[in-house]
């Protein structure tokens, strides 16, 4: 295998046009986003290299560039990301300059830095300043550009190497942190992996292909890189590996021979390195037919082609989240408003805020709000509902008489009568129940308005705007306000419950149209007694005397209580008064009263007393009578005195009249109250908060001394403001450097592999070229 069998790398100016347009752009958006650091949430195509310490991560990274300018050493050398942007200029035989340079965007961006030690001298440095002196490990990105015309179009990520065991200020779990650091960037779908292994190590233990296998199991983003293939072992090769049949990679695998550490303390330059690689494969016969598989300038070749195909493929997708987060900033940033400094455009904007809650709390009611629920009853609705499926079914449910019982109502009727016997029904008893009954309508009315209350107080809090929540003491204020307004209008309308109840209780119109009246009330009262003696018939006792002389016997009584009241079954009978004044005008017979004195006297005293009473006058009989007779003594009337059980067909008839009576009257009033009170309410609390509301928040809050303090916003608020407008910045900048892609990077190609199983596929655009290689290794 000759020299001139090898096909050389292509230069750099003959690259294809899209690789020099889309990955520049790509770099744009990384510097663009770097400005939001770990706060941003678009994650970007990019190339993340990974691998264990002292696989040669650093060394492919500085062949890449064709400059030193990486810190080295025997231990860990890269402690914290590198993102890497190689930007291809035009060289001075295109009208260009052959300068190269860097660019720290840490650090004074504009700086560009010509000398490449003081670029790895200032990676140390930012490296020490974040993670200390003794191989400390930090996940804070180095932002590093790099201009040359000696590079292609290429953005990386240099990640710390896998470590095992920790040295200097490493904590103990050093290598679960960096294992956790690098999937970070290679999880990402738009993260490309390369994944570095050296030659000399078993490649089915590669710690980089097993943590890319992880993130990419399918191995659709993962390049191999095998380095050190001039230190392996006699009589070995890696063209097993290079072919894909050891472990397959759809994007192949690259082998590459590194700088050792004499060639670096010798300070071998990179060119030289780059003949010296470009002789070894020469020398190699195991390496015939992979030179599209060998060296520095073609894996620098298929990064590019591949990192532009990914680019491309990613577009849509990189557009659509830009596009949505840049929505859901400028909407996050409108809540926020403006600021509006002057005290004019202050007072306005105060009176722009109480009119759009005025508008919305009367919209609510009215059921006009362009937030309509459609799952659930809200605004006037609720109201609506309170009044017919709360209020005016609870007052249809409830029975009048419930709570009395007949023998409350006949002990009514008995205490109206005084002490007279009624001839009629009593007025008074009525009255007096009908009065309480209508009492009881008056808690569930007030109940009723301040159930009211509670839904226009949650109203108030629904049409708290959003822009609201910039102002919390206005908000604040303008719920204080509404509170106590609100309050005020349910006094009135209590007030106007209580007089309509009282109204009814101080009248009791008889002459309703729709009241039973009294006839009507006898007929029915008696029509209902007559069945249930029907049927419940009363059986006799042995003992009851007959109708007649039940009759007598009542009869006697009620002759005898015109003359004395019964009174625990005790009567003064004054009729014997009127029987021994009958005697004394009878003359001698007097058998009647020789029958009386022997009820109180003996017999021997009989004659005495006949004799005495001939002898005197009626009045003087009858004091003697007394005088001669022993005291009676009355037993003590109990403290409560209840009417018996047991009550005549009179009585019932009465307690069904009066029962009948009650609820007829009771359903008038009721009727009236279901309809005056949800009225009272509306008139005094509904329709007055809608009519009023404004004119309260003018006159309590719309005040020139409260602007300033009213719209006063917190601290936290303006720096979210700040950092939201910030945001919003970016992605607006974003958006316009993707406009800035050519046509021809709109399209979508999917699908490129390179180099898998041995069979090399070219990719869409790219077209292979034999050119022969310059002296200086230039690519």
Not at 423 to 439: N, Y
Not at 503 to 528: C, R, W
Not at 551 to 563: D, E, V
Not at 571 to 593: H, R
Request: with cysteine; net charge neutral; aromatic share 6%.
């Amino acid at each position: 295998m000759s020299v001139d069998d090898l096909p050389p790398s292509p230069s750099a100016s003959a690259v294809t046009p899209l690789g020099s347009s889309v990955i520049p752009i790509v770099n744009k958006l990384q510097d663009i986003f770097a400005q939001l650091g770990s706060k941003s949430t678009i994650q970007l195509p990019q190339v993340a290299v990974v691998g264990s310490q002292s696989s040669g991560k650093s060394s492919v990274l500085e062949a890449l560039v064709g400059r030193d300018f990486l810190p080295r050493g025997n231990d860990i050398c890269t402690r914290r990301p590198l993102v890497l942007q190689l930007l291809q200029t035009k060289p001075r035989s295109e009208g260009g300059s052959d300068e190269e340079w860097g660019e720290f965007l840490h650090h004074n961006p504009a700086k560009r830095i010509y000398d490449f030690s003081e670029i790895r001298r200032e990676i140390e440095a930012e490296t020490n300043r974040i993670s200390g002196e003794n191989k400390g490990v930090s996940d804070n990105p180095i932002r590093l550009k790099i201009s040359s015309p000696n590079v292609l179009d290429i953005s990386l990520v240099d990640l710390p190497g896998i470590t095992k065991v920790p040295v200097g200020d490493q904590p103990s779990d050093i290598e679960a942190r960096i294992r956790t650091m690098i999937l970070s960037y290679i999880k990402n779908p738009s993260c490309l992996i390369l994944a570095v292994t050296p030659a000399n190590s078993d490649l089915a233990n590669s710690d980089a292909l097993q943590i890319a296998g992880n993130a990419d199991p399918d191995g659709h983003r993962t390049i191999g890189v095998i380095t050190k293939l001039d230190i392996m072992d006699r009589g070995t090769d890696a063209r097993n590996h290079l072919l894909g049949k050891t472990i397959p990679l759809r994007l192949g695998y690259v082998g590459v021979v590194n700088r050792s550490q004499e060639d670096i303390l010798m300070n071998r330059s990179i060119k030289d390195a780059l003949i010296a690689e470009e002789k070894f494969f020469l020398s190699r016969p195991a390496y015939s037919g992979l030179t599209d598989r060998l060296g520095v300038p073609q894996l620098a070749k298929k990064l590019n082609q591949i990192l532009v195909q990914h680019i491309k493929a990613m577009l849509p997708t990189l557009k659509s989240r830009i596009n949505s987060a840049l929505f859901a900033t400028a909407k996050e940033y409108e809540s926020y408003g403006d600021i509006r400094e002057s005290r004019g455009g202050q007072g306005a904007l105060l009176l722009s805020f109480l009119t759009k809650y005025c508008e919305a709390f009367s919209s609510t009611l009215e059921g006009k709000s362009k937030e309509m629920s459609t799952s659930e009853l809200s605004g006037g609705a609720r109201i609506l509902y309170i009044f017919q499926s709360v209020f005016v079914k609870s007052l249809e449910e409830v029975d009048p008489c419930e709570d009395l019982t007949d023998e409350d109502i006949r002990t009514a009727i008995q205490n109206a009568t005084g002490p007279r016997s009624a001839l009629f029904v009593p007025d008074v008893p009525f009255e007096v129940l009908v009065r309480r009954q209508i009492s009881r309508l008056l808690d569930p009315s007030l109940q009723c308005a301040r159930f009211i209350y509670d839904e226009l107080i949650k109203i108030s809090h629904q049409c708290m705007m959003t822009e609201l929540q910039r102002f919390p003491v206005l908000q604040k204020r303008m719920d204080e306000v509404i509170g106590n307004f609100l309050r005020e209008g349910l006094e009135p309308s209590q007030a106007m419950i209580r007089d309509l109840l009282e109204m009814e209780m101080d009248y009791i119109n008889t002459s309703h149209p729709n009241f039973i009246g009294g006839t009507k009330a006898v007929e029915l009262a008696m029509q209902q007694v007559k069945s249930s003696r029907i049927s419940h018939p009363v059986t006799r006792p042995k003992d009851t005397v007959e109708p007649e002389k039940a009759a007598s016997s009542a009869s006697q009584i009620k002759t005898r209580s015109f003359l004395g009241r019964q009174t625990n079954g005790s009567v003064t009978d004054l009729g014997v008064l009127a029987a021994a004044a009958d005697a004394e005008k009878s003359g001698p017979a007097g058998n009647t009263w020789t029958g009386l004195a022997s009820m109180f006297r003996g017999s021997d005293v009989q004659a005495a007393a006949k004799n005495n009473l001939l002898n005197r006058t009626f009045s003087e009989a009858a004091q003697a009578m007394y005088q001669n007779l022993s005291t009676i003594y009355l037993k003590e009337p109990p403290t409560v005195l209840r009417s018996s059980e047991n009550h005549s067909e009179q009585e019932s008839v009465e307690i069904q009249i009066t029962k009948l009576l009650l609820k007829s009257y009771y359903d008038i009033v009721r009727k009236n109250v279901e309809d005056l009170v949800p009225k009272a309410i509306m008139h005094f609390l509904v329709n007055y908060s809608k009519r009023e509301l404004h004119n309260v928040f003018i006159e309590k809050l719309y005040r020139e001394n409260l602007i300033e303090e009213l719209l006063k916003e917190p601290d936290e608020l303006a720096i979210k403001r700040k950092r939201t407008q910030e945001t919003l910045r970016i992605l607006q900048q974003a958006n316009r450097t993707l406009d800035e892609l050519p046509l021809e990077a709109e399209s979508v190609e999917r699908g490129y592999r390179i180099g898998f199983e041995g069979k090399h596929e070219e990719l869409p655009g790219t077209r292979r070229s034999r050119t022969e290689t310059n002296g200086n290794g230039r690519f």
